[in-house]
């Protein structure tokens, strides 16, 4: 699947302003859409190891040293147990995550680590978590982080702008962080959890598709809520209407304490079911997460065996 | 399928609910089930029918037939249970309704299970609505049981129940029929529907298990022939019935003139109203839970779709986007969102229905999606392209068809949505809570929801307006529909002759005057130029009054139909009025006393006491209207539910023979005072109290068409009004032989019929609050919130 990347286009603020997202309405729709659906035996094998290729294996921690970054760019390059993988049958799937998400100062190790893996590297830059040091250095750290191998950015919006309604403001940040990006793909984390509403939300998706996000994200993972499926729902529903009247296909990329298999299976089906099955491909599809991965690898091994994992079977991640 | 291949299309595989608990469960009765009569299995004596799976075909069990003998037996082992049932301390029969809540619960999987076998719909909707929402009516209605004597003082129960129940919410709707009967201290025969008894059944099981007194709860299986004798059984004191509205009339003049109270749960059309402002992704969500919820076979589904007209493209192309996501099939499947009709009978007249839109122009679209090879599956459809003449704007369905129409403003979207012979539900769907509110307080329906659709809870009340039906079920009005007034007469209501004329003329030197009509704020003649003498009690001529007829009634009904200022006046307007007419009255108290005086024959002490009463009981009415609260519920949700009382409408009132002006005013004031418009046939013997008292009404303010006064002989005039569809309710209080006539008539349009059932009403010491709930109807505004 070639995915024409989004130029962006002029801001329409006017159909920003039209945005009406009714949140009892979207936390029945969210409550219902996992009760609808669900998969089981194969398919839910099937689904988790879809689901490793959507993580984005994370590590951004203040304590995170090179030997951690490794530690994380080992498991990356080998998710599942073998023996679990040629009992389902896919060894041959060549099944990793979609990429590696570190800090700025880590890049350089993972890439080295992951050399020859075809894994791509994420970092997150504009001084994240909170966005605001000054505009000049988030934009020499994203170049400065493509620079040292990172192919996707992971960038913070100004919170400010969207509670203020500074439409303007959030759609020249977000360009300027294209700018910046080159060919490295950009995504933009909406930081939900201190946006207040979800009208906000779907806005500010909105906004930062039009000024050429390549992705949408929820969350940091530090603010105090993070990726929800109310707040996911808001998000991919502006992804289709943008999808509609653009042509171009964003990504989504929820983060924030999505730790177990069922959850991760939640957000696919929610994708699958909002905007089909494109949008479960790595490319439109992340998952921002570190422990995720090992409660997957127990469902699989599972699956392989009918027999409940221990925790301690699964390499730590 | 292998791993890797589902990892490369990402379909969903099957996840099939095992049914293995509910078939062992049938086959442990030998797939063979008697009549639950007197707390035990009894033999049909009507042999048996099959009761099968609609998805599939498969038989499930013979199921007992219920003949008019198994009837009687039940009635009879209800009766007899229903004694020591009444006797019982509330908190003992709240701790058996709480007893089944429990076991409900604890039975969930295999009666969810059962349920989807029998009737077809997913397990989704069986396991995640149908049988919670049994319990918590369960749980709901033990707590009604337990404040019984301090909530409803002033009432008791009404004896023993017949409920008949429909196949597309079985096991629920024996719920909403048994849990609030109970609570209320009555005893039950109920009928499950013919295509979905097996809920019922396993039911009986819980009700063994909880202890239930033999023969308070009886369950007899059959077909239409047992239902028509349940309604025919003359030991019954109500029929709760939710069902068709074809069967709902039938049920109307079966019962007419019986004393049997009703309670009645019809068809609809209900629309769906979506503002260019709402939030559009979930209004589409919300037209999927509202017309491919239980494959449409839903008696409140959004199934007339009203999109404003900007809007209108962009919203059919995202519907038909989402419609090709649903997915058909097995119900067992936990994947599926719409299962099988209940019976092939349904799918062929869905079928049928659908066709015959499409002849009639509609365009029908229907998505491209895969229905297994057999079984009673259609695929859901969206008809545009059609208009309110169309038949399929008007009828019901009944299946996962909407039908969508646009609208330009506000005010065209009401009169669209209130173009309908039905008036059970409403949603409404913008984001301006002016709009919304507005459109609530408008909408002809029962249940009103905005920015949601079909939400359900025991503690808001649930039914319809005009043809959808009356009576409550849920919350405390619905325990009203279970209950009738401690202080009943049980006398025998005479019919009253004029006396015998022995004068014909008037006294010399009298001018002579006949009293005319009162339509429309005007005295006006009768149509037919005739009038007729009225007599006093001592023989003499009293004088005249116009002779009514057919096209004064409709003359009246016009009048009353054009005078909606008055339901949108404020209670305190009315309240103001009201209290003037009483200024007024009292002003010529001593001229109406003598009149009852010389009509009636009673003592002047008597007589001056009725003027007085009367006065006092217009001012109780004043006080009332600015005072008959709803009241907001408690479901268990983030929302405001309001249960608003709203009036009927154009009410017909038949006052009593006796009691010329307290039985009148006892009667108009507190229709009036909550905001009906009333066409009233006074006391045919002694009229001239209500021609002198249109006199007050005509100096009092009271705008045009609120009261009409149209005297006459009461058996003829009230036949007319029960034969005027623009009339929503009828209070016959007048001669007993009209009775039935009136209740027999009213059922064309289902109107709300309230009589003496032929028993003396006590006029002196009636209890106002009474009269405030028959005058009005509750609705239900669902208002969920959340910035």
Redesign the interface.
Do not use: C, H
């Given at each position: 699947m070639i995915i024409d990347r989004n130029p962006g286009m002029k801001p329409d603020f006017d159909w920003v302003k039209t945005i009406?997202?009714?949140?009892?309405?979207?936390?029945?729709?969210a409550a219902?859409i996992t009760?609808?659906?669900?998969?089981?035996?194969?398919?839910q094998?099937?689904?988790l190891?879809?689901a490793i290729t959507n993580i984005d294996l994370t590590s951004l921690s203040g304590d995170d040293t090179q030997g951690r970054i490794r530690r994380l760019a080992a498991k990356a390059r080998q998710p599942v147990r073998a023996d679990v993988l040629k009992a389902?049958?896919?060894q041959?799937?060549n099944i990793h995550p979609g990429a590696l998400c570190v800090y700025h100062q880590f890049v350089k190790t993972a890439v080295a680590a992951l050399d020859g893996s075809g894994i791509p590297v994420a970092a997150v830059s504009t001084g994240f978590p909170a966005g605001l040091s000054p505009l000049e250095t988030r934009i020499r750290e994203i170049e400065l982080s493509v620079a040292a191998g990172a192919c996707e950015i992971d960038i913070v919006i100004e919170r400010h702008m969207v509670l203020t309604g500074d439409w303007q403001g959030l759609y020249d940040l977000v360009c300027d962080a294209r700018k910046a990006c080159g060919k490295a793909h950009l995504k933009v984390i909406l930081a939900t959890g201190e946006l207040g509403?979800l009208n906000n939300v779907a806005r500010a998706s909105l906004v930062a598709m039009m000024a050429g996000a390549d992705f949408i994200k929820t969350s940091t993972g530090k603010e105090p809520v993070n990726a929800t499926l109310p707040v996911a729902l808001s998000m991919v529903?502006m992804i289709?209407d943008y999808y509609q009247r653009t042509g171009y296909r964003i990504g989504f990329k929820p983060a924030g304490g999505i730790s177990d298999a069922k959850t991760a299976l939640n957000f696919m089906i929610l994708m699958?079911?909002e905007l089909g099955?494109d949008w479960?491909s790595p490319q439109l599809f992340r998952i921002g997460a570190s422990s995720l991965l090992s409660d997957i690898e127990r469902q699989l091994e599972h699956c392989a065996t009918g027999r409940y994992a221990a925790r301690h079977h699964q390499p730590l991640v | 399928?292998?791993?890797?291949?589902?990892?490369d299309?990402?379909?969903?595989?099957?996840?099939i609910e095992s049914a293995k608990a509910a078939q062992d469960w049938l086959d442990s009765h030998d797939r063979s089930f008697d009549l639950f009569v007197a707390g035990k299995w009894q033999k049909a004596s009507g042999g048996s029918f099959k009761s099968t799976n609609p998805a599939n075909g498969e038989f499930l069990a013979d199921i007992g037939l219920g003949n008019a003998g198994d009837i009687d037996k039940a009635v009879k082992a209800a009766s007899k249970a229903m004694g020591k049932w009444q006797s019982l301390s509330c908190h003992a029969r709240a701790k058996y309704l709480y007893a089944l809540a429990r076991l409900v619960q604890k039975h969930a999987r295999i009666l969810a299970v059962l349920e989807t076998l029998d009737n077809g719909k997913p397990i989704?909707e069986s396991r995640?609505i149908d049988i919670p929402l049994v319990a918590r009516h369960f749980y709901h209605h033990a707590g009604w049981a337990q404040l019984l004597d301090d909530e409803f003082a002033g009432f008791k129960p009404l004896g023993v129940v017949g409920q008949i129940i429909p196949w597309n919410f079985p096991l629920l709707m024996l719920a909403w029929k048994i849990a609030p009967a109970l609570a209320a201290g009555n005893v039950v025969v109920l009928k499950p529907a013919e295509y979905t008894p097996l809920t019922a059944l396993y039911f009986c099981e819980l009700c063994q298990k909880a202890g239930i007194p033999e023969g308070v709860i009886n369950i007899v299986t059959g077909d239409g022939e047992t239902g028509k004798a349940l309604v025919a059984h003359q030991a019954i004191s109500k029929i709760a019935f939710t069902g068709s509205s074809e069967v709902g009339k039938y049920i109307t003049r079966e019962t007419a003139g019986t004393g049997k109270q009703l309670t009645l749960e019809l068809g609809g059309k209900s629309p769906f109203i979506l503002f260019d402002?709402?939030?559009?992704?979930?209004?589409i969500?919300?037209i999927v839970?509202a017309i491919w919820f239980n494959q449409g076979e839903v008696c409140c589904a959004g199934s007339r779709l009203l999109v404003q007209e900007g809007i209108a493209e962009t919203v059919y192309a995202k519907l038909r986007q989402r419609m090709s996501?649903l997915r058909i099939g097995n119900p067992l499947d936990?994947?599926i969102?719409i299962g099988a009709l209940a019976d092939e009978v349904q799918l062929h007249q869905v079928q049928a229905m659908v066709d015959q839109g499409v002849d009639e122009g509609a365009s029908l679209w229907q998505p491209d999606i895969t229905l297994p090879n057999s079984g009673c599956y259609i695929r859901p459809g969206l008809l545009t392209d059609i208009d309110p003449a169309s038949t399929l704007v008007q009828e019901e369905i009944f299946g996962p068809f909407l039908v969508a129409m646009s609208f330009r403003t506000p005010s065209e979207a009401i009169a669209l949505a209130n173009n309908s012979k039905y008036g059970l539900a409403a949603s409404i769907w913008s984001?301006n809570i002016n709009t919304a509110l507005d459109m609530a307080a408008e909408v002809k329906a029962g249940v009103v929801w905005i920015?949601?659709t079909n939400q359900f809870d025991a503690a808001c009340g649930f039914g319809g307006f005009r043809q959808s039906g009356y009576g409550r079920e849920g919350g405390r009005e619905g325990m009203y529909s279970c209950l009738k007034p401690s202080g009943l007469k049980a006398k025998k209501l005479g019919i009253f002759k004029p006396a015998k004329l022995k004068t014909t003329s008037p006294k010399p030197g009298q001018i002579d005057r006949t009293a005319k009509h009162y339509i429309g704020g005007k005295q006006c003649r009768a149509d037919n130029g005739q009038s007729i003498p009225v007599i006093n009690a001592d023989g003499s001529l009293a004088g005249e009054v116009a002779d009514g007829s057919r096209k004064d009634i409709r003359n009246a009904v016009e009048a009353a139909t054009r005078a909606t200022g008055w339901s949108r006046a404020t209670a305190h307007l009315r309240a103001q009025i009201i209290y003037y007419i009483a200024e007024n009255l009292q002003i010529r108290a001593d001229e109406l006393a003598n009149r009852i005086r010389t009509m009636t024959g009673t003592s002047a002490k008597k007589a001056s006491r009725e003027v007085e009463q009367s006065i006092e009981t217009i001012f109780t009415c004043a006080a009332w209207a600015d005072k008959y609260d709803g009241a907001v519920h408690s479901p268990p949700v983030?929302?405001v539910a309001i249960a608003m009382n709203e009036p009927l409408g154009v009410l017909g009132i038949v006052a009593p023979q006796d009691n010329p002006l307290l039985g009148l005013v006892s009667l108009i004031f507190p229709a009036i005072a909550t905001g009906n418009r009333v066409v009233v046939i006074p006391s045919d013997i002694h009229p001239l109290a209500a021609t002198d008292f249109y006199q007050v009404l005509e100096t009092s303010d009271l705008p045009a068409g609120v009261v009409n006064i149209v005297t006459g002989e009461q058996c003829a005039l009230a036949k007319t009004l029960s034969q005027h569809d623009e009339v929503s309710g009828i209070w016959y209080f007048g001669n007993p032989q009209a009775v039935k006539t009136v209740q027999y008539e009213a059922a064309a349009n289902l109107k709300q019929i309230w009589t003496h059932d032929g028993f003396e009403t006590d006029w002196q010491s009636a209890d106002i609050r009474q009269f405030l709930r028959k005058a009005t109807q509750v609705k239900n505004i669902w208002i969920?919130?959340?910035?």
């Open positions: 009406r997202v009714n949140r009892s309405a979207v936390e029945r729709r219902t009760t609808r659906r669900t998969v089981k035996q194969n398919w094998a099937a689904w190891l879809r389902l049958g896919v041959n799937l509403t529903r289709r699958k079911e099955n479960l | 399928m292998s791993v890797t291949e589902i990892f299309n990402m379909e969903y595989g099957p996840a989704r995640d402002d709402a939030d559009i992704d979930s209004a969500e919300g839970d996501k936990k994947t969102d984001e920015n949601s983030r929302n969920p919130y959340g910035a």
